[in-house]
């Protein structure tokens, strides 16, 4: 007890701090939905190191595919000496265009391979980037590095500073502003390889912004910050190096798939779980504040904290919008539930056809695929209700109750029992049909599973020994439907709007008597071979119009058969 008593208080402080951390944990966005969409900001540290390396970039090469094309369309109109030039690159030979050639001609971008003396700065093993050049500068001064060796040979070539697949860099380049200048420009290139040769020690360190866009089916990592280059010159009949500031500025097309290592750091923060293959936060009730937007939509439309623990190291901060949400288990199901029936009628009076619409399409959403929720209606709504607490929506309920066409205005009136009143189920059948005789009964529940479901519906079969049966319930998730008595058949409903309720379908020679009832076949506990209610079911008659149009049909093709059997009897 000890113990369970020390852990209930550390989450109880983990809930705390996480709250004080968040700096606006959930807004309402006007109703709107969405996609998940994240964004994150940190520093990144860099490191500049000179790299005897050779590379290949991708360059842009117009020319060549001119080239390639006229080649392509007129072979025997190209000069020798441009044949000679394609076949040197092998990008044509005298079978036609290689797969090479056809590249440049699909993407104007030509490998230019070179070798040299760069100075690059490298993310110093970041979480998330590793080691990765972001932008680098040939040495146009000298080819000998100025700083000893760190890495060479074997050991250079094998290290993380080499690069084998595709990525974007800054690199920074010299090109001609005129004929008689030059300029130092920053462009952005691919570089397919990075091979070192002779990496030296680092010659200087520096801290950039990290800001990172990151959505379910996009993510792009953006760094920019000032860096250190260099800027070379003549001096003396010597070549100088002096520095010389240059913006980062990158894009980085990368990491989608880091999504779920992220939702999981944001789902600690609610004290819930992230779940990958849904792509959605499990969360109790009580850690999303009670938000009747996140309640109402299964989405979180805005949340943000500071100083997020990943396991791509801290973040600074983060923002995400329309994290989707749902209930962590069955209890927490009930308690959204609850919550929902609260909200919704606390706000206004509601018809009884637009409150059964409006919950039904609550229960439908796909975030309660996994909990049994039952439509919660009239009396059995009063009992979810403390009327000190929640007066507004429990008179709005009371008013509905009392103005329900089928209290007012039919002969019949609903049907109410006490809970743990003993229970005579033919007397109640008998109330039920007027005790006139039934020769077909119709029972209508999403939930009818358990070995308790089975005892109940055959004591209420026992009490209709000369009627035929139907029962229209789900597929249970594991496992077989409850046991049928004789004389009852079986079918599969699927997960409708209109299918919520719990209906009794009584049909007799002369007259149909339907019901709904506010709870499910629970309500008849069996102690010792005597009956009681446990609970507090009401049976609300309806007219055939008002059922679903599920049931209508059944009612119809009952009475088709009837007749049927009745002619072929003539």
Same mark, same amino acid.
């Given at each position: 007890?000890?113990?369970?008593?020390?852990?209930?208080?550390?989450?109880?402080?983990?809930?705390?701090?996480?709250?004080?951390? !968040?700096?606006?944990?959930?807004?309402?966005?006007?109703?709107?939905?969405?996609?998940?969409?994240?964004?994150?900001?940190?520093?990144?540290?860099?490191?500049?190191? $000179?790299?005897?390396?050779?590379?290949?970039?991708?360059?842009?090469?117009? &020319?060549?595919?001119?080239?390639?094309?006229?080649?392509?369309?007129?072979?025997?109109?190209?000069?020798? !000496?441009?044949?000679?030039?394609?076949?040197?690159?092998?990008?044509?030979?005298?079978?036609?265009?290689?797969?090479?050639?056809? =590249?440049?001609?699909? +993407?104007?971008?030509?490998?230019?391979?070179?070798?040299?003396?760069?100075?690059?700065?490298?993310?110093?093993?970041? !979480?998330?980037?590793?080691?990765?050049?972001?932008?680098?500068?040939?040495? *146009?001064?000298?080819?000998?590095?100025?700083?000893?060796?760190?890495?060479?040979?074997?050991?250079?070539?094998?290290?993380?500073?080499?690069?084998?697949?595709?990525?974007?860099?800054?690199?920074?380049?010299?090109?001609?502003?005129? !004929?008689?200048?030059?300029?130092?420009?920053?462009? *952005?290139?691919?570089?397919?390889?990075?091979?070192?040769?002779?990496?030296?020690?680092?010659?200087?360190?520096?801290?950039?912004?990290?800001?990172?866009?990151?959505?379910?089916?996009?993510?792009?990592?953006?760094?920019?910050?000032?860096?250190?280059?260099?800027?070379?010159?003549?001096?003396?009949?010597?070549?100088?190096?002096?520095?010389?500031?240059?913006?980062?500025?990158?894009?980085?097309?990368?990491?989608?798939?880091?999504?779920?290592?992220?939702?999981?750091?944001?789902?600690?923060?609610?004290?819930?779980?992230?779940? $990958?293959?849904?792509? /959605?936060? +499990?969360?109790?009730?009580?850690?999303?504040?009670?938000?009747?937007?996140?309640?109402?939509?299964?989405?979180?439309?805005?949340?943000? /904290?500071?100083?997020?623990? *990943?396991?791509?190291?801290?973040?600074?901060?983060?923002?995400?919008?329309?994290?989707?949400?749902?209930?962590?288990?069955?209890?927490?199901?009930?308690?959204?539930?609850?919550?929902?029936?609260?909200?919704?009628?606390?706000?206004?009076?509601?018809?009884?056809?637009?409150?059964?619409?409006?919950?039904?399409?609550?229960?439908?959403?796909?975030?309660?695929?996994?909990?049994?929720? $039952?439509?919660?209606?009239?009396?059995?709504?009063?009992?979810?209700?403390?009327?000190? +607490?929640?007066?507004?929506?429990?008179?709005?309920?009371?008013?509905?109750?009392?103005?329900?066409?089928?209290?007012?205005?039919?002969?019949?009136?609903?049907?109410?029992?006490?809970?743990?009143?003993?229970?005579?189920?033919?007397?109640?059948?008998?109330?039920?049909?007027?005790?006139?005789?039934?020769?077909?009964?119709?029972?209508?529940?999403?939930?009818?599973?358990?070995? =308790?479901?089975?005892?109940?519906?055959?004591?209420?079969?026992?009490?209709?020994?000369?009627?035929?049966?139907?029962?229209?319930?789900?597929?249970?998730?594991?496992?077989?439907?409850?046991?049928?008595?004789?004389?009852?058949?079986?079918?599969?409903?699927?997960?409708?709007?209109?299918?919520?309720?719990?209906?009794?379908?009584?049909?007799?020679?002369?007259?149909?008597? /339907?019901?709904? /009832?506010?709870?499910?076949? &629970?309500?008849?506990?069996?102690?010792?071979?005597?009956?009681?209610?446990?609970?507090?079911?009401?049976?609300?008659?309806?007219?055939?119009?008002?059922? $679903?149009?599920?049931?209508?049909?059944?009612?119809?093709?009952?009475?088709?058969?009837?007749?049927?059997?009745?002619?072929?009897?003539?």
């Amino acid at each position: 007890m000890k113990n369970q008593s020390r852990n209930k208080h550390s989450r109880q402080n983990q809930s705390e701090k996480g709250a004080n951390r !968040r700096t606006a944990s959930v807004k309402n966005l006007d109703g709107n939905t969405g996609s998940l969409a994240l964004t994150l900001s940190r520093t990144v540290s860099l490191k500049r190191y $000179p790299v005897i390396a050779k590379v290949t970039f991708l360059r842009e090469r117009p &020319d060549l595919q001119t080239l390639l094309n006229a080649i392509l369309h007129n072979p025997t109109d190209m000069p020798p !000496r441009l044949k000679a030039y394609l076949k040197q690159e092998a990008l044509w030979d005298p079978s036609g265009i290689t797969e090479k050639g056809q =590249r440049v001609i699909d +993407t104007g971008l030509f490998e230019a391979k070179e070798r040299g003396l760069y100075h690059i700065w490298y993310t110093n093993n970041d !979480r998330l980037l590793g080691t990765r050049p972001v932008m680098m500068q040939r040495d *146009t001064a000298i080819f000998e590095p100025s700083k000893a060796s760190w890495k060479k040979g074997v050991d250079a070539a094998r290290s993380e500073f080499r690069v084998d697949q595709l990525l974007q860099l800054n690199v920074l380049e010299e090109s001609f502003a005129d !004929r008689n200048r030059s300029a130092l420009k920053s462009i *952005t290139l691919p570089l397919s390889s990075l091979e070192p040769e002779v990496i030296c020690s680092s010659e200087k360190s520096a801290e950039i912004e990290l800001i990172w866009q990151l959505g379910i089916s996009n993510s792009t990592v953006n760094l920019k910050g000032s860096l250190d280059m260099l800027c070379f010159q003549a001096q003396n009949g010597y070549h100088k190096s002096s520095p010389r500031p240059e913006v980062l500025e990158l894009s980085i097309n990368d990491f989608g798939d880091r999504i779920n290592d992220v939702m999981m750091a944001v789902a600690s923060e609610f004290n819930g779980q992230w779940q $990958p293959e849904k792509q /959605c936060l +499990t969360a109790p009730l009580n850690q999303i504040d009670h938000d009747p937007a996140a309640v109402e939509k299964f989405q979180i439309n805005r949340f943000s /904290c500071s100083n997020l623990n *990943t396991s791509m190291d801290v973040f600074r901060s983060i923002q995400a919008t329309y994290i989707p949400v749902q209930p962590v288990d069955q209890n927490d199901a009930e308690d959204w539930h609850r919550f929902w029936l609260q909200e919704f009628y606390r706000k206004q009076y509601h018809s009884s056809e637009t409150a059964r619409k409006q919950q039904s399409e609550w229960l439908n959403n796909t975030a309660l695929n996994d909990f049994e929720l $039952p439509l919660k209606e009239h009396h059995s709504l009063l009992s979810e209700l403390k009327r000190e +607490t929640q007066p507004e929506a429990y008179w709005h309920i009371a008013t509905m109750a009392d103005l329900t066409p089928s209290s007012s205005s039919k002969l019949r009136m609903p049907i109410s029992l006490v809970n743990g009143d003993t229970l005579d189920i033919n007397m109640l059948l008998q109330k039920l049909t007027n005790e006139g005789p039934i020769y077909q009964v119709i029972y209508s529940d999403r939930y009818v599973h358990t070995p =308790r479901h089975s005892r109940n519906l055959k004591s209420i079969a026992d009490c209709l020994i000369h009627a035929d049966g139907l029962l229209l319930t789900l597929d249970k998730p594991h496992g077989k439907i409850a046991k049928l008595p004789t004389n009852w058949s079986h079918e599969t409903l699927r997960k409708e709007s209109d299918n919520h309720g719990r209906y009794w379908i009584l049909i007799g020679s002369k007259q149909t008597w /339907c019901w709904e /009832c506010s709870s499910g076949l &629970d309500f008849i506990r069996d102690i010792d071979s005597t009956f009681y209610v446990d609970g507090s079911p009401t049976f609300t008659p309806k007219e055939i119009t008002e059922l $679903p149009q599920y049931l209508q049909h059944q009612i119809s093709h009952v009475h088709s058969m009837r007749k049927n059997i009745a002619a072929e009897a003539l």
